[in-house]
């Protein structure tokens, strides 16, 4: 059983940075990873996510060149920065986690089977 906790969301201005963290009570090596965001009135989307051999990352069209993930399997954490923010990337984050997880093309069809409470993100002035 694996425990995910998500930490570094808040409130920053457009342009700004945010680096979202994931902290797993247990090992996440063999994981699959994800990120997903879900905001008030829309449907949960993928944002990133990196295969459980780390040798496979995919993101959103609408998040490429300006979020990166990685993951420490030493400290079983996974981190999404987060550059260039702006007001449409404002959601609840959630970190997701699959044993042998991949990380297809379209991340929301990772039958992610661990989920964080989720981080909220506002990007505002």
């Known amino acids: 059983q694996v425990q995910l906790v998500e930490s570094g969301g808040g409130l920053v201005q457009p342009g700004g940075s945010l680096r979202l963290s994931c902290a797993a009570s247990?090992?996440?090596?063999?994981?699959?990873v994800g990120w997903l965001r879900q905001a008030p009135g829309k449907e949960r989307e993928g944002v990133a996510c990196m295969s459980s051999s780390g040798g496979s990352t995919n993101y959103a069209d609408s998040v490429k060149g300006r979020f990166t993930i990685s993951r420490d399997n030493a400290k079983n954490t996974v981190q999404l920065q987060m550059n260039h923010l702006i007001p449409a990337t404002s959601a609840v984050y959630y970190c997701?986690?699959?044993?042998?997880?991949?990380?297809?093309?379209?991340?929301?069809?990772?039958?992610?089977?661990?989920w964080g409470a989720g981080t909220q993100v506002t990007v505002s002035s």
């Open positions: 247990g090992f996440l090596l063999d994981y699959g």
């Open positions: 997701a986690a699959e044993y042998l997880g991949g990380c297809p093309r379209h991340i929301a069809m990772q039958p992610f089977g661990y």
